[in-house]
């Protein structure tokens, strides 16, 4: 994934973030010990980000789209409400016992809620308010997501996306972009058009689309 600030002001950036929580950082160092599709990982900045943003929302409930290890459920569950609670949706079944043994390590079991299997399948059985969705899984779906959680959420609450810069793809011309990029760009057409929300495109690491809903 393309930086899109220099090497060196990165390092500079996360030197001058919060440290990571240890659980997080251990966390982080096994997926990229044992797992080569490691960069899916939100990391430390993007992490902090999440944190930073529960934090200022005070969630009751958050819908995460896309656990991998469970790094940015760990991140969001921190901003909750004493009694909030965070679902989280995951396809991959081997990624369940890493990403659940991490979840119980932040003291955090009986407040994240795992599920596993396709989000298009479960998030119509979610009976419940978000103040925030956080879509982080296949890109392909990313519309659909947007409209199957839509009225899950209520007026000022907030759809968060991550990779919408999509390594810079996004700004290539369209018969140079792979299926993945295209799909972004269409999400980020449909947000732009969509006068139901307001949005700020926020380009920390691949891109972050933050949606705060503004009417039904
Ligand atoms: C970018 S990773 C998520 C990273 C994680 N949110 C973090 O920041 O650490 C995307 C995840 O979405 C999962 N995924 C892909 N398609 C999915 C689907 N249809 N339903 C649920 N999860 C899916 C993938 O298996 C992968 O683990």
Redesign the pocket.
């Known amino acids: 994934m393309k930086t899109l600030i220099s090497k060196q002001l990165d390092e500079y950036t996360e030197q001058h973030t919060s440290a990571e929580l240890p659980v997080l950082a251990r966390l982080n160092r096994e997926?990229n010990l044992k797992r080569g599709?490691a960069v899916?990982?939100?990391?430390h900045l993007?992490?902090s980000f999440?944190q930073m943003m529960s934090h200022m929302i005070q969630p009751k409930c958050i819908l995460?789209?896309?656990?991998?290890?469970?790094?940015?459920?760990i991140?969001l569950a921190q901003g909750l409400q004493e009694d909030g609670r965070l679902h989280?949706?995951?396809?991959?079944e081997e990624?369940q016992d890493m990403a659940t043994a991490y979840i119980a390590e932040a003291g955090l079991n009986e407040i994240i809620i795992q599920h596993t299997?396709?989000?298009?399948d479960?998030i119509p059985g979610l009976d419940e308010l978000f103040d925030i969705v956080?879509i982080?899984?296949?890109k392909s779906?990313y519309e659909r997501y947007y409209d199957l959680v839509f009225d899950k959420v209520p007026v000022g609450g907030y759809i968060i996306a991550?990779?919408v810069l999509y390594d810079g793809e996004v700004i290539l011309p369209e018969d140079q972009q792979t299926k993945n990029a295209r799909a972004i760009g269409s999400f980020n057409r449909k947000i732009k058009a969509d006068n139901r929300i307001e949005h700020l495109l926020v380009p920390l690491r691949d891109g972050i689309m933050i949606a705060r809903k503004i009417s039904g």
């Open positions: 997926t599709d899916m990982l939100s990391g993007q992490g999440l995460e789209i896309g656990t991998f290890t469970g790094y940015s459920a991140c989280t949706i995951e396809i991959d990624l299997g396709s989000a298009i479960i956080f982080d899984a296949d779906n991550d990779n």
